[in-house]
């Protein structure tokens, strides 16, 4: 069972940066892949960033360019560096981590809130 403990959420004007972090309790943390999803309201979860096992990152065309995922093996802890924020950035933000080898290893921190204002 892995946990995923997120922070760094709030409210920010358009134009600023947030960085949220994503802790996991995962003892194998470099075996899964991890990625930021998103759900605004009535709107459906999508992807938003995704680090394949520190080789490789992929990002929505939404966010490409102004948002950056990075993970520290040590801490155990992916990062989603948000910058150029817009109001449709505004959602709930949820970490995510998924074994590379067994999918059903799937799991999902309780989310976080970031609100960007016009």
């Known amino acids: 069972q892995v946990q995923l403990v997120e922070s760094g959420g709030g409210l920010v004007q358009a134009g600023g940066s947030l960085r949220l972090s994503c802790a996991a309790s995962?003892?194998?943390?470099?075996?899964?892949?991890m990625g930021w999803f998103r759900q605004a309201p009535g709107k459906e979860r999508e992807l938003v960033a995704r680090?394949?096992?520190?080789?490789?990152?992929t990002y929505s065309d939404a966010v490409k360019g102004r948002f950056t995922i990075s993970r520290d093996i040590a801490k155990k802890t992916v990062y989603l560096q948000m910058n150029s924020l817009k109001p449709e950035d505004t959602a709930v933000y949820y970490c995510?981590?998924?074994?590379?080898?067994?999918?059903?290893?799937?799991?999902w921190g309780q989310g976080t809130q970031v609100t960007v204002s016009s």
């Open positions: 995962a003892p194998t943390f470099s075996n899964y892949h």
């Open positions: 680090d394949w096992k520190g080789v490789a990152t």
């Open positions: 995510n981590a998924r074994h590379f080898i067994d999918p059903r290893m799937d799991y």
